[in-house]
T-cell receptor, first 114, second 113 residues
């Protein structure tokens, strides 16, 4: 089944404790992206990747890191989480970018930083 | 910079009545427009998109949307709403010169029996 998977689905952590949220897609998509969803703000892009070893900042990149060593994986890293990073996070992928390709979303990771 | 506005935080409609969720956008160049739906505790599901061609786009679950270039709008519609359509709906735009999808703030739809 074609899908985007994220792990963990739920995470409660404390300020400053490094964490990684994994994202994997099995559709051989080139473009991958991370978003955070906050009430009333919709989804805001954190980082995106156009292909392996190619990443760039989105609208709200502060406090986050990403890497794209393999085409299928695009982990999101919070080196020193803070309470304002408490949010619902989504990973997404699409076949390509710039051509209106449909993005497919993972199930989401709900992160709480105490 | 591109942007999307969904002017209604919530839309209430009786089952069987028409449903409309409004969306306006701002983008340089030709837009690619999308509607996604989010059910409770789920990820976003693609409903439909406009790339080019016919201004009326038909999508999943009986939804359709009309692209209006002069009004820069892309309203989502369904002729007869179901209780199961209750969810959070997001409009999004991808600018032809850009490299990201910009979302509106979302509209919660509540369909009452």
């Amino acid at each position: 089944e074609a899908q985007v998977t994220q792990n963990p689905r739920y995470l409660i952590t404390v300020t400053g404790k490094k964490l990684t949220v994994t994202c994997s897609q099995n559709m051989n998509h080139e473009y991958m992206s991370w978003y955070r969803q906050d009430p009333g703000l919709g989804l805001r892009q954190i980082y995106y990747s156009m292909n392996v070893e190619v990443t760039d900042k989105g609208d709200v990149p502060e406090g986050y890191k990403v890497s794209r060593k393999e085409k299928r994986n695009f982990p999101l890293i919070l080196e020193s989480p803070s309470p304002n990073q408490t949010s619902l996070y989504f990973c997404a992928s699409s076949l390509s970018f710039g051509t209106g390709g449909t993005q497919y979303f993972g199930p989401g990771t709900r992160l709480t930083v105490l | 910079a591109q942007s999307v506005a969904q002017p209604e935080d919530q839309v209430n409609v009786a089952e069987g009545n028409p449903l409309t969720v409004k969306c306006t956008y701002s983008v340089s160049g030709n837009p690619y427009l999308f509607w996604y739906v989010q059910y409770p505790n789920r990820g976003l599901q693609f409903l439909l998109k406009y790339i080019t061609g016919d201004n009326l786009v038909k999508g999943s679950y009986g939804f359709e949307a009309e692209f209006n270039k002069s009004q820069t709008s892309f309203h989502l519609k369904k002729p007869s709403a179901l209780v199961s359509d209750s969810a959070l709906y997001f409009c999004a735009v991808w600018g032809a010169a850009g490299n990201k999808l910009t979302f509106g703030g979302g509209t919660r739809v509540l369909v009452k029996p």
